[in-house]
Nanobody
Framework: QVQLVESGGGLVQAGGALRLSCAASGRTFSSYTMGWFRQAPGKEREFVAAISWNGHSTYYADSVKGRFAISRDNAKDTVYLQMNTLKPEDTARYYC????????????????WGQGTQVTVSS
């Protein structure tokens, strides 16, 4: 079992920045691919970014490429999502997730999920 707890969400104006954190506990964090997903009201959960177990490979949705950056600190069992140049369409609840296999953008492929943190971007 892996427990995930997100933090860092909030209300920000368009063009602003936020840094989300996801703290893990339980089984060996460093063995998992970690992903960030988001879900807006009335929409399906969508892939945002993912990072390999060792941090050497990162993956992004086209909608956030160049604005968001995912990173991890295996010594702290934490994964981060730096979000810059935020837009109103980035408003959603953001979730971190863990999977024991390689990168996959499909939410159902992730075994463990946090409760999410709300990000609201005002125009």
């Amino acid at each position: 079992q892996v427990q995930l707890v997100e933090s860092g969400g909030g209300l920000v104006q368009a063009g602003g920045a936020l840094r989300l954190s996801c703290a893990a506990s339980g089984r060996t964090f460093s063995s998992y691919t970690m992903g960030w997903f988001r879900q807006a009201p009335g929409k399906e959960r969508e892939f945002v970014a993912a990072i390999s177990w060792n941090g050497h490979s990162t993956y992004y949705a086209d909608s956030v490429k160049g604005r968001f950056a995912i990173s991890r600190d295996n010594a702290k069992d934490t994964v981060y999502l730096q979000m810059n140049t935020l837009k109103p369409e980035d408003t959603a609840r953001y979730y971190c997730a863990a999977r024991s296999g390689n990168y996959d953008p499909v939410p159902d492929e992730y075994e463990y999920w946090g409760q999410g943190t709300q990000v609201t971007v005002s125009s």
